[in-house]
């Protein structure tokens, strides 16, 4: 235990150094062409949206950005790494109109997966792409830069990381990560919530879901699960998981456009 707190403390004394010699991050202070294309060509969700919902959506981005730094350790942060934290951060908060996050300070992005000790090297058991720290890292996140991506130039699948670990921090604001979010879900909704999480986590270990097997992990793990697929795959969770869905759109309070083309 001293000796995983001791890592821990030295890859976060490592981190500030890496910090301070750095250049303070770019803060984009308006959406450029660059800013609107990536949302246009490469965010499902902003391009459902009708143009005042798309303005808004933006103005909340850009309110994110201002107060939550992107850090690249190990790479540089491109202006679509930018949009994709700040898209991930929204969505699940935008059926709640001027809610903010009172919890992270800062997003550090890896190249890669890393393992809980926030190491990347090629020689550690890298298994994590994302994680909302703890303890010296609090009011932090960590993505893997290459699954951040993934999560949005990739159409078909339903799994998206920034939304997982943002959901997370949703998760965390009425004190713990535990799958309850009780700030969401209105107090009537939280029993069958609960029943519907025991019912879905048992049916993965059963083998009898598509729902990614990480979410039988625990509670919270399902919660962010099952919002990945909310939120990218809304017309087939629909489909094979309508209670899931309704309890869903109760907790987030938005319905995701469906689109009738997809299978």
Known sequence: MEIAALVLLVV??????????????????????????????EVNFYKKLAEPERKVFRERMLNFLSKVKITGVGCQVADEDRVFVAASAIIPIFGFPGWEYQNINEVLLYRDSFNKDFDSHETAEKTVLGMVGNGAMQ??????????????????DK???GIHE???????????ADGMPE??????????????????????????SDINPYGATNEAEFLAVAAEYFFERPDLLQARHPELYELLQLMFRQPPAIEADKN
Do not use: C
């Open 12 to 41: 976060f004394l490592g981190w500030i150094a890496y910090s301070w010699k750095k250049p303070a991050p770019v803060i984009p202070t308006s959406f450029n062409d660059v800013y609107t294309g990536i949302l246009e060509t």
């Open 139 to 156: 009011h932090m996140m960590v993505l893997s830069q290459q699954s951040l991506r993934e999560g949005f130039t990739n159409e078909t």
């Open 183 to 208: 700030s969401l879900l209105p107090q009537k909704h939280l029993v069958p919530w609960l029943k519907h999480m025991s019912d879905g986590i048992r049916k993965i270990m059963e083998n009898r």
């Open 159 to 161: 799994r998206n990381t």
């Open 166 to 176: 943002f959901v997370h921090l949703l998760d965390k604001t009425d004190g713990e």
